[in-house]
């Protein structure tokens, strides 16, 4: 399966809230907490807000780096996520909700000051199940 980028570019503000999230989490990697905020987000019920987003100067990774073993896993979840809200699923559509998904994501478990450690991302997503 062709990922939906090549490279996934995040926000300033994302950059500074991941900077945040791996001083307090202890957790070094970006793709990590990536990981995490898109999960995060593809469980919340509502669509993300289609707000635009500027990818200068905050942190850039490729979908490999991203995704790892999980490719596969994390592109049906996006695709299905788009089937079920009536979205199209071509690369150009599933690109921009990747980003949104992640910006959203990454809000959430910034915004969450009970995250401090990785027991509290599990217990968040456990809660979201």
């Known amino acids: 399966m062709e990922p ?33 905020a898109f999960c995060l987000s593809l469980a919340e019920l509502t669509a993300p807000s289609a707000v635009p987003l500027s990818a200068e100067s905050g942190i850039e990774m490729t979908w490999r780096v991203f995704s790892g073993e999980l490719s596969g896993l994390f592109l049906i979840a996006l695709k299905h996520r788009c089937w079920r809200e009536g979205l199209a699923t071509d690369r150009q559509t599933l690109a921009e909700q990747l980003r949104l998904h992640l910006h959203r994501g990454i809000g959430y478990l910034a915004g969450d000051h009970q995250v401090d450690n990785i027991e509290d991302l599990i217990n968040i997503s456990l809660s979201s199940m």
């Open 4 to 36: 939906p980028v090549d490279r996934i570019r995040l926000s300033p503000l994302a950059k500074e809230q991941l900077v945040q999230l791996k001083r307090t989490t202890g957790i070094e990697q970006w793709n990590i907490l990536c990981r995490w």
